[in-house]
């Protein structure tokens, strides 16, 4: 644990709650590198020593950091630096590699497996294909500034995206290539979404623990003449990720 000797004085005479300006001095820290994710945060009592304030308030600075992600309490052991859940919109349709960049943060790719392969009778009903179709099979292992976020399985049929095969999709982005080289702008998708433990592979792969929470989503992406385009399984770190979904209000007559 950094245990700063000189602390950044508060403003008692403004208008600013002190538990506030205590969350900026820790989140500047964080921000700083200072302080990791793991490392544990000064107590209720060190942090009223320091910053001068009364243990409520120091409480109030940690618990408004709980709420932002940022840290987390273990009975008898303290409170620990954690990173933020990234929140993915499940009504929005992009790419991984989409979506990170959106969120600032550099994505990446590590590639387990690309090879063309038979469907099963599932997948080729998915992808309506028939069972001697050639398919191309993408393993890969998604990470966000190098983090392990996500296993992703993507299965693409070849006889709309001849070629496809012979690219190296370690270092390109599957969505990207379909449009800008073939042409395609996905329209739709029709996803399914579950809780899953994770398998031992998958707990190796993402270096978390076994059985540990997996956001599952398995999607058929779709184009405008209402042929798939993609089958892909993607399960994502639920201490990572969580979803969101804006319901309109229905109305009532």
Avoid at 100 to 109: E, F, L, V, W, Y
Avoid at 195 to 208: G, H, Y
Wanted: hydrophobic letters at 40%; one cysteine or more.
């Amino acid at each position: 644990m950094e245990n700063p000797k000189d602390v950044e004085a508060l403003d008692k005479q403004g208008f600013i709650p002190l538990y506030y300006q205590i969350q900026q001095s820790l989140l500047a820290r964080i921000q700083r590198g200072d302080l990791k994710e793991g490392d544990l945060f000064e107590g209720e009592e060190e942090l009223s020593r320091q910053y001068k304030v009364s243990r409520m308030t120091a409480r109030q600075a940690l618990h408004g950091l709980k709420l932002q992600g940022y840290a987390m309490s273990e009975r008898g052991k303290g409170t620990f630096v954690t990173r933020p859940k990234l929140v993915k919109s499940i009504l929005m349709l992009e790419s991984f590699t989409e979506e990170i960049r959106r969120k600032g943060i550099t994505p990446s790719s590590r590639l387990l497996e690309q090879r063309v392969m038979r469907p099963t009778p599932e997948l080729a009903e998915r992808l309506r294909v028939q069972p001697t179709a050639d398919v191309l099979h993408l393993r890969r292992v998604r990470l966000a500034d190098d983090l392990a976020l996500a296993i992703e399985d993507s299965h693409v049929p070849l006889k709309r995206f001849p070629g496809l095969e012979q690219i190296d999709f370690s270092t390109k982005s599957l969505y990207e290539t379909i449009r800008h080289k073939y042409g395609l702008q996905p329209a739709w998708a029709d996803e399914v979404i579950e809780a899953l433990p994770a398998t031992r592979d998958e707990a190796a792969l993402l270096s978390i623990s076994r059985n540990a929470s997996l956001l599952c989503i398995s999607r058929t992406l779709m184009a405008a003449d209402d042929t798939p385009v993609e089958f892909a399984v993607s399960r994502y770190r639920g201490d990572r990720y969580r979803a969101s979904l804006r319901v309109p209000m229905l109305t009532f007559v």
